[in-house]
């Protein structure tokens, strides 16, 4: 059973410059979910997807974020124009229907 | 809205003794889950123990186990017989709505950091 993959695992990126990253969920989930941490808090929701509908979009998700699932398999997250504030750990996690979040190891963006 | 609140910042326990991490929460649903969360330096979230506000018995996985006290909007992680790699972070969470119901996103708390003396 291979767990939630996100890639990459660290960026390093110029203000203003647009990043992507990938999630890979565990193959039998429908549910994922990306979650953003800042150093010393707790994760914040961002976004949800059931297969490849996105159902749920926090206030957090400014218009510079957008999120994709096709084909209900792996997932994206664009950032555009990067900001200071964008510094962040972007966590994926995917479920079953009936059952708690597995999450990824973490995308850790740095904004120069 | 909902709210969790993890008042203990730091947290120090000898290994091979039990510990408590405080957890309390606040909604106005009826039906929600509360989840513990660890997180080691290295970053990824390891789910640990679940509890459905209508479960009456509190919710134990080896180790650990969930003192829920409903009334009292409390939801407090126990870990027993502390061991080195216990030491990290640790996260209280809520859903709102049934887990089977609802789209489950959860609400976090700022965490407790777990450590572990030899």
């Known amino acids: 059973d291979t767990g939630v993959s996100q890639d990459p695992r660290h960026k390093i990126t110029k203000r203003g410059q647009n990043v992507t990253f990938r999630c890979d969920p565990i193959?039998?989930?429908?549910?994922l979910y990306w979650y953003r941490q800042t150093l010393g808090q707790g994760p914040e929701f961002l976004t949800y997807?059931?297969?490849?509908?996105?159902?749920?979009k926090s206030r957090l998700l400014s218009d510079r974020f957008s999120a994709e699932r096709p084909k209900g398999s792996f997932s994206t997250l664009e950032i555009q124009r990067t900001e200071q504030g964008d510094s962040a750990m972007y966590l994926c996690?995917?479920?079953?229907?009936?059952?708690?979040?597995?999450f990824g190891d973490g995308t850790r963006l740095s904004i120069l | 809205a909902q709210k969790i609140t993890q008042t203990q910042p730091g947290m120090f326990v000898q290994e091979k003794e039990a510990v408590t991490l405080d957890c309390t929460y606040d909604t106005s649903d009826q039906s929600y889950g509360l989840f513990w969360y660890k997180q080691p330096s290295s970053g990824e979230m390891i789910f640990l123990i679940y509890q459905g506000s209508y479960d009456e018995q509190n919710a134990t996985e080896g180790r650990y186990s969930l003192n829920f006290q409903k009334a009292r909007k409390s939801a407090n992680l126990v870990i027993s017989a502390s061991q080195l790699g216990d030491s990290a972070m640790y996260f209280c969470a809520m859903r709102e709505g049934p887990l089977g119901a609802s789209y489950g996103k959860l609400t976090f708390g700022q965490g407790t950091i777990l450590t572990v003396h030899p």
């Open positions: 997807f059931q297969n490849e509908a996105q159902l749920e």
């Open positions: 996690a995917s479920s079953p229907h009936d059952q708690p979040q597995h």
């Open positions: 193959s039998e989930h429908n549910r």
